[in-house]
T-cell receptor, first 116, second 108 residues
């Protein structure tokens, strides 16, 4: 099956700093990538949809200036959490799809962010 | 996305078939039924999806009722590694809306 990686797997940072998370599709070209956030004991919440070469589409309530998404190539999307605060501590998960109608999404292993 | 309803939890004996139900009575004609699972602290794993016909792959079988209002995911011979939260999602576009899923526990 298709493989999606994320880096780093976990990160601890100080409040006010920015953190960049990478999402890569290793063996296929992903037209579309998604970013999710999952708080403890809760389900995944979609944050934004990212298409290669265009601006990301953010879900309602997600601040685009705080969560910067760049999808520079068909195999790489990055999420930067700017000026992180403790309430941004969460499990961030990306997924990728070929972008054809009805295609499944392949998920990365997730990145656990802890903001002190 | 179609609203789906799943039981919050289920147990299944190791080696037996695990049958996970999902109701999606408002699903529209162009919406697929997707099943994913999430093992603790990992990213979700795709299992199977279908539109109208029953589907089978190396992981599971998906049985969709003729009226498409419900479906059942079948894990034919459950192992301890199948313990996870299973999500049933109806979607006609690329977006997936995750509900609370079913927490499946495989009992030794």
């Amino acid at each position: 099956g298709a493989v999606v990686s994320q880096h780093p797997s976990r990160v601890i940072c100080k409040s006010g700093t920015s953190v960049k998370i990478e999402c890569r599709s290793l063996d296929f070209q992903a037209t579309t990538m998604f970013w999710y956030r999952q708080f403890p004991k809760q389900s995944l919440m979609l944050m934004a949809t990212s298409n290669e070469g265009s601006k990301a589409t953010y879900e309602q309530g997600v601040e685009k200036d705080k969560f910067l998404i760049n999808h520079a190539s068909l195999t790489l999307s990055t999420l930067t959490v700017t000026s992180a605060h403790p309430e941004d501590s969460s499990f961030y998960i990306c997924s990728a799809t070929l972008g054809r109608g009805g295609d499944e999404q392949f998920f990365g292993p997730g990145t656990r962010l802890t903001v002190l | 996305d179609a609203k789906t309803t799943q039981p919050p939890s289920m147990d299944c004996a190791e080696g037996r078939a695990a049958n996970l139900p999902c109701n999606h009575s408002t699903i529209s004609g162009n919406e697929y039924v997707y099943w994913y699972r999430q093992i603790h602290s990992q990213g979700p794993q795709y299992i199977i999806h279908g539109l109208k016909n029953n589907e089978t792959n190396e992981m599971a079988s998906l049985i969709i009722t003729e009226d498409r209002k419900s479906s059942t995911l079948i894990l034919p011979h459950a192992t301890l590694r199948d313990t996870a939260v299973y999500y049933c999602i109806g979607s006609g576009n690329e977006k997936l809306t995750f509900g609370t899923g079913t927490r499946l526990t495989i009992i030794p």
